[in-house]
């Protein structure tokens, strides 16, 4: 990530993350309200200190059903207290008393029964309240602050895309090289892994060439939709529908047939990833097909409050965007979890070495 180009600058602050679980709080977005009835069991679940699929085992050993039955609509990071929902399919049986599971690490906020399955991606968004420790210099992150409440910051994908040390991008590399991968949900999170690096070599490449300027040929979306047009000449009218924010200029998520930008924009993107062929040509004999991802991330409901050298960021975000990027372009920050899992496993590799 270090490498992307920064909207505002590289940042001349640094700063603490996640010294504290405490320090990362998320909470899910659901984009509907539980039905009431149904085999559907829907648990809103605070955690601190497991993991998605940690808990999805617990629930399974509990309700008495296959893991399968388990289900959730995003993964959420174990070093940090999250506001997370599951799905449990539990037919014809008893509801189970479920704050029999409330422990330290788990409590059960609700629970209610649903008729339909909870999927993957099924959020409106998240919501941030993120502490950073440490800050150097805080008059360079409030003037940033107040940037990006205005345009918003690069929408990349965030680490986490990629694995520890970027394992996910290797091992997708890898598979177009022959490696047997198996496991779909491995085999998906590594395709996943290579598109997003495309995805963010355009964005950081388009950024640096042209900043948040229009070119000819963009392709444009519609503010809080997947759906886009071409925008073959920017007129008036165009100007004016971006700048109120109800179109969205956008970057490749790369796949099968013709790049959907064309003329200028699409000459900006083929250059940012000529050196990615090999990539490209993989996610298509994959079956992935072209699809586009705003070029920009605006946080909604942006507040902060600073303590001395303290400062509480919170912020909302859509589905599938990443509160790391929003970090990244106010902070040079180090994870402290992080760093602490990197010099365990140094530790251990030093142990065996001897």
């Known amino acids: 990530m270090s490498e992307l180009h920064y909207l ?15 320090d990362f709080q998320v909470q899910e977005i659901l984009p ?7 085999e559907h069991h829907l ?30 609509a995003g993964q959420k990071d174990k070093h940090a207290i999250t506001e997370q929902w599951f799905g449990v399919r539990i037919p014809g049986k008893e509801t189970p008393n479920w704050e029999q599971l409330n422990s330290e690490q788990i409590t059960v906020l609700s629970s209610s029964r649903h008729s339909k399955k909870l999927r993957i991606g099924a959020l409106a968004g ?6 950073l420790r440490n800050v150097s210099d805080m008059s360079d ?17 965030g680490e986490q895309r990629f694995g520890h040390d970027g394992k996910n991008l290797i091992f997708g590399r890898q598979m177009f090289t022959g490696r047997k991968v198996k ?10 892994a290579v598109r997003s690096n495309l995805f963010n070599m355009a964005v950081s490449t388009r950024l640096a060439q042209h900043g948040t300027g229009t070119l000819t040929g963009d392709c444009v979306m519609l503010a809080g939709s997947k759906s886009y047009f071409v925008a073959e000449q920017w007129d008036e009218t165009l100007v ?15 796949g099968r047939g013709l790049p959907l930008a064309q003329a200028e924009a699409a000459e900006c993107e083929a250059q940012a990833l000529e050196s990615l062929a090999t990539d490209k040509d993989g996610l298509e004999h994959a079956g992935l097909s072209q699809e586009r991802r705003a070029l920009l991330l605006e946080p909604q409901h942006l507040q902060y409050e600073v303590d001395e050298d303290t400062i509480i960021l919170k912020f909302a975000l859509p589905s599938g965007s990443y509160a790391t990027s929003v970090l990244r372009e106010l902070f040079v920050y180090q994870d402290v979890q992080e760093v602490a899992r990197k010099q365990m496993l140094a530790a251990q590799n030093s142990g065996e070495a001897q």
Do not use: C
């Open 32 to 38: 509907f309200a539980p039905t009431g009835e149904g």
């Open 8 to 22: 505002y600058g590289k940042p001349t602050s640094t700063a603490d993350l996640r010294t504290h679980n405490s």
């Open 126 to 131: 998240n919501r941030f309240t993120l502490t």
């Open 240 to 254: 004016e529908r971006l700048a109120k924010k109800d179109i969205q200029l956008s970057a490749p998520l790369w």
């Open 141 to 157: 992150v409030v003037a940033r602050i107040e940037k990006i409440g205005e345009q918003g910051v690069p929408n990349y994908f």
């Open 43 to 72: 648990l809103h679940i605070r955690k601190e200190g497991l993991n998605t699929v940690e808990v999805a085992k617990m629930l399974s050993g509990f309700a008495h059903v296959h893991p399968k039955e388990v289900t959730y």
């Open 183 to 192: 496991d779909r949900n491995k085999r998906s999170m590594y395709l996943s």
